[in-house]
């Protein structure tokens, strides 16, 4: 199991807009906890804890207690809303994770190791993951912090399935289409070489060049043509 992090939160009781713009104000952050048969909880957490929590969610699943006062919750992050420019956590949610619950799902983060020994890569190949998470159920004691999935013996071209990941005892995949890609190692777009590039503007250039000496050899010919016909006029006079 994932260690179990410590908040400390203040209940809120005014909710809207504008008292959630006063708490990220004073460098606060709203958040919830809800659950089926439970009630739902509002309240605050610091900017700094919740921007953390949300860091450490990117990379591993989290159990967390939440302590309201007096009292201490168990919960899980559910959902991050984050400020469009600056990415930072501007609301919470969190789910219940109460004595009664047995398993619960869970988005488990996905860990890539082994890219610096695949030889797919170091041929100039490129790692495409199509999951960064995966939706699992499993059990609350025996949530993994992540799914590891080693590239080290891949190639360029091969593609992993969903089918083709060993998931720790316990987790269970909550995606039925087991053939979905997961990841690939695809090899670099094919570059056009430089000279099959300039090739259509060299043939243009040839052209060019010829039709311009061929435009020159005509104005030539015309210009001698010019001179005899004076020379032939010259003779005439001077008969």
């Not at 809120?12 to 004073?26: C, D, N, Q, W």
């Not at 969190?94 to 890219?115: H, L, S, T, Y």
């Not at 969903?162 to 987790?171: E, H, Q, S, Y």
């Amino acid at each position: 199991m994932s260690d179990t992090l410590l908040i400390q939160a203040n209940l809120r009781e005014k909710v809207g807009t504008g008292p959630a713009r006063s708490l990220r104000a004073t460098g606060n952050v709203p958040a919830v906890i809800y659950g089926k048969g439970e009630e739902s909880k509002l309240f605050s957490m610091s900017q700094k804890e919740a921007d953390m929590l949300y860091n450490q969610s990117q990379v591993r699943s989290a159990i967390v207690n939440i302590k309201i006062g007096d009292k201490s919750y168990v919960a899980l992050p559910k959902q991050f809303s984050l400020h469009p420019v600056t990415d930072s956590v501007e609301h919470v949610d969190f789910m219940f994770v109460g004595d009664q619950i047995k398993e619960v799902r869970i988005n488990i983060p996905i860990r890539i190791k082994g890219k610096e020994k695949s030889m797919g890569i170091k041929k100039g190949g490129v790692l495409n993951v199509v999951f960064r998470s995966i939706p699992c159920k499993v059990d609350k004691d025996k949530i993994p912090p992540f799914i590891e999935i080693d590239v080290s013996a891949m190639d360029v071209g091969v593609t992993l399935r969903l089918k083709d990941i060993t998931f720790p005892a316990g987790v269970k995949l909550l995606i039925k289409d087991l053939n979905h890609t997961f990841l690939r190692l695809t090899g670099k777009r094919k570059i056009v070489e430089e000279a099959e590039i300039k090739a259509p503007t060299a043939e243009g250039g040839e052209e060019a060049k010829e039709e311009g000496s061929d435009k020159k050899e005509g104005d030539e010919k015309s210009k001698e043509g010019d001179e005899k016909k004076e020379d032939g006029g010259d003779k005439k006079e001077k008969k």
